[in-house]
């Protein structure tokens, strides 16, 4: 079982939007401003798209916008692509000792 | 171009030990936090340990399940960190990562927001 709380699946056409949650606690993303969304397809590595919440690093597309509401973090992908078709992981500051907690993971289909 | 490089893994028996690698280049490796994750394939991933740099006071951190069995290290040298990993369980049967915070301007996100990935290698702890 995973620290942090997704649904294990979601779906849009293109073009839709699709939204999905992140579940943690005061102890994690109630407390802390740093809850980071990855994008990771079939056998790679994850790739960062969300950081700080809101924040998008570099290069990714302000399709994918973040949000957070006490304990719950939310991403939103806007105008699907088929691309976007993927697992997509939450992640949570902790502190110390446990540092950085995951979610279990929602699956991603583009219809 | 900044990169990790994995080296090591594959399959060992209950009890037995393993190191992998992790190498970097193109980025100043003596500033960098090196974090391992871990992730049972179609499962989230797993947070297990991290190494401060040597200018931060190269403090390392380790999850719970792996406390007192894995080790991490850094050869600032080689531009490499290891995680030694004993007394391997089945349960620590996942494909392993290493991974680095994202720096923008002055500041980086050590432990917050993984950017830069290794390819990942895949440890097996099976009879």
């Known amino acids: 079982q995973s620290a942090l709380t997704q649904p294990p699946s979601a779906s849009g056409s293109p073009g839709q939007s699709v939204t999905i949650s992140c579940t943690g606690s005061?102890?994690?993303?109630?407390?802390?401003?740093?809850v980071s969304w990855y994008r990771q397809h079939p056998g790679k590595a994850p790739k960062l798209i969300i950081y700080?919440?809101?924040k998008r690093p570099s290069g990714v597309p302000d399709r994918f916008s973040g949000s957070k509401s006490g304990n719950t973090a939310s991403l939103t992908v806007s105008g699907l692509q088929t691309e976007d078709e993927a697992d997509y992981f939450c992640?949570?500051?902790?502190?110390?000792?446990?540092?950085?907690?995951f979610g279990g993971g929602t699956k991603l289909t583009v219809l | 171009e900044v990169q990790l490089e994995q080296s090591g893994g594959g399959l060992v028996k209950p009890g037995g030990s393993l190191r992998l690698s992790c190498a970097g280049s193109?980025?100043?490796?003596?500033?960098?936090?090196i974090t391992w994750v871990r992730q049972v394939p179609g499962k989230g991933p797993e947070w297990v340990g991290r190494v401060k740099s040597k200018t931060s006071g190269g403090m390392i951190e380790y999850a719970a399940p792996v406390k007192g069995r894995f080790t991490v290290s850094r050869d600032d040298s080689e531009a490499t960190v290891y995680l030694q990993m004993n007394n391997l369980k089945t349960e620590d049967t996942a494909v392993y990562y290493c991974?680095?915070?994202?720096?923008?301007?002055?500041?980086?996100?050590?432990?917050?927001?993984?950017?830069?990935w290794g390819q990942g290698t895949m440890v097996t702890v099976s009879p």
């Open positions: 992640s949570s500051y902790a502190g110390i000792p446990n540092i950085a907690l």
């Open positions: 193109g980025f100043t490796f003596t500033n960098a936090w």
């Open positions: 005061s102890s994690d993303v109630g407390r802390y401003n740093y």
């Open positions: 700080e919440v809101t």
């Open positions: 991974t680095m915070g994202l720096c923008t301007g002055a500041s980086c996100h050590w432990d917050d927001a993984f950017e830069i």
